[in-house]
T-cell receptor, first 116, second 110 residues
Framework: DVKVTQSSRYLVKRTGEKVFLECVQDMDHENMFWYRQDPGLGLRLIYFSYDVKMKEKGDIPEGYSVSREKKERFSLILESASTNQTSMYLC???????????????FGPGTRLTVT | KNEVEQSPQNLTAQEGEFITINCSYSVGISALHWLQQHPGGGIVSLFMLSSGKKKHGRLIATINIQEKHSSLHITASHPRDSAVYICAASSNFGNEKLTFGTGTRLTIIP
């Protein structure tokens, strides 16, 4: 079974703090994604990565950065946390688009971040 | 206007009822995904389909490419089916980016 794990289920941080959210997958997937989920807005893509050290902006990258130094690990960084970044953060991974077909995404359990 | 629209937003039903959740999309797609999210956050993929119909246990997913519409059906619903159901579209063949609907919160009352 594919397993995607996230470093914390719940996190409380203060405004202005630097926050790291870690995601690890164990199935050698090339693609990894960071989403945030807010009531009434659904899941929105922050960043994704299709290879080590490669990244692309999603729909809402402002205020975030990412790092992918190893294939299995994708980190989301909030450089200076703000209250409007209070949200549920979900990581996902999938096989590379280079293969024929469309592949499902496997999600981690989510991190509920509260910024006070 | 969201490219992927779901209805209804909330649905409450009695145990045993037949459930239908609808999803309409306005973009060309390579596949339509149905996802389930239980309280606590974790999301699992139920179906991924590009044509016709798929069935898994009591769950059935259908898609009509011409009408840009998909439905998720649950037969003999059970309280453990209570969850948020999300549809998502893969917009281009081989492109892994998904566009999500806002979800349907389903509550099944015993």
């Amino acid at each position: 079974d594919v397993k995607v794990t996230q470093s914390s289920r719940y996190l409380v941080k203060r405004t202005g703090e630097k926050v790291f959210l870690e995601c690890v997958q164990d199935m050698d997937h090339e693609n990894m994604f960071w989403y945030r989920q807010d009531p009434g807005l659904g899941l929105r893509l922050i960043y994704f990565s299709y290879d080590v050290k490669m990244k692309e902006k999603g729909d809402i990258p402002e205020g975030y950065s990412v790092s992918r130094e190893k294939k299995e690990r994708f980190s989301l960084i909030l450089e200076s946390a703000s209250t409007n970044q209070t949200s549920m953060y979900l990581c996902a991974s999938s096989i590379s688009k280079g293969l024929a077909g469309v592949y499902e995404q496997y999600f981690g359990p989510g991190t509920r971040l509260t910024v006070t | 206007k969201n490219e992927v629209e779901q209805s209804p937003q909330n649905l409450t039903a009695q145990e045993g009822e037949f459930i239908t959740i609808n999803c309409s999309y306005s973009v060309g797609i390579s596949a339509l995904h149905w996802l389930q999210q239980h309280p606590g956050g974790g999301i699992v993929s139920l179906f991924m389909l590009s044509s016709g119909k798929k069935k898994h246990g009591r769950l059935i997913a259908t898609i009509n490419i011409q009408e840009k519409h998909s439905s998720l059906h649950i037969t003999a619903s059970h309280p453990r089916d209570s969850a948020v159901y999300i549809c998502a579209a893969s917009s281009n063949f081989g492109n892994e980016k998904l566009t999500f609907g806002t979800g349907t919160r389903l509550t099944i009352i015993p």
